[in-house]
């Protein structure tokens, strides 16, 4: 059989494609061979930093550009599949976990109650452990008690509360979905912050309770003249235990001055020279919240 002559030109048509297809792979093999160097080197973990990556190694190339883009994609997309379907591995700490905003399993999820109260307090004392198996949820943090209470709970909540403050405590509350206890946390640990800082009587807390003491915190230059006005105080001891003394009492003399095992007319006295070298009688209503304000202030500055 005779074959046909080829096209004039055949030859150099022919040359010139498969010089084109050799010129395409090289530059493939190439851009391969920067991902494969770069993947060695990524510390990421967000697919937009892979995106970026690919790119970056497809240089100006406007093939090479689609196909990183189209990869990068195609890759984000099975990732958020994967995640979907991941089963984040049990701590033993459920409490925790939930605090520190880490991903739970969907059958652990289905089990929690859609809130939850988180109460903090300090880990001393506790006499709460009976209630752990009716849905309570503990964990300790920095040596305080953190405790998640389902708010469905109501009369449970009442009690451990009842109970904790009993005890002379600080218990600070939040509440917060499931899936914001991180923010409860934060909230709960402020506020309990707060109010040991501000010396409030033992007793249970919302953020409700210390917006002064969040709005002082809040204004440095309030804070310094505050803690100012106070500085006198601070500098006599015996005052400075009668006025945190009365602080802690809610104001109220005659119980102050059994705390400090002195007669309530020296209780007065020390008043009246708390009086004299601030300018603010903490006998007087004004007088008792600015000196509780700079109590406060004190304690933050």
Not at 129 to 155: A, F, K, W
Not at 243 to 266: E, G, I, K, P
Not at 276 to 290: F, S, V
């Amino acid at each position: 059989m005779v074959l046909p002559n080829p096209a004039p030109g055949w030859e150099a048509d022919s040359a010139r494609v498969l010089r084109v297809a050799g010129d395409r792979e090289q530059r493939l093999a190439e851009f391969r061979a920067k991902v494969r160097a770069a993947g060695a080197q990524w510390a990421g973990n967000r697919p937009v930093e892979l995106t970026e990556l690919l790119c970056a190694a497809a240089a100006d190339d406007p093939e090479l550009l689609r196909l990183a883009r189209a990869g990068a994609q195609l890759l984000e997309d099975f990732l958020d599949g994967l995640c979907c379907n991941a089963v984040p591995p049990r701590s033993g700490d459920l409490a925790a976990d939930l605090i520190d905003g880490k991903a739970v399993s969907h059958d652990v999820l289905a089990r929690l109650a859609p809130i939850y109260v988180v109460l903090v307090s300090e880990q001393r004392d506790v006499p709460v452990h009976e209630h752990e198996c009716q849905g309570v949820l503990r964990t300790t943090r920095s040596g305080l008690l953190v405790l998640l209470v389902p708010e469905r709970e109501t009369e449970l909540l009442d009690r451990i509360t009842g109970q904790l403050a009993s005890g002379s405590r600080w218990v600070a509350t939040a509440r917060r979905p499931v899936a914001e206890l991180t923010d409860a946390w934060i909230e709960a640990t402020e506020v309990l912050r707060l109010v040991s800082a501000g010396c409030r009587p033992p007793g249970t807390y919302a953020v409700s309770d210390v917006l002064v003491e969040q709005a002082i915190a809040a204004s440095t230059a309030v804070t310094a003249q505050l803690a100012e006005i106070i500085r006198p105080v601070r500098e006599n001891q015996v005052l400075w235990e009668t006025l945190v003394s009365l602080v802690h009492a809610d104001f109220n003399r005659n119980q102050a001055a059994r705390d400090l095992f002195v007669h309530r007319s020296t209780m007065d006295y020390r008043l009246q020279r708390i009086a004299k070298i601030t300018g603010w009688d903490p006998a007087a209503g004004h007088g008792a919240q600015l000196l509780r304000a700079a109590l406060f202030a004190d304690a933050v500055a």
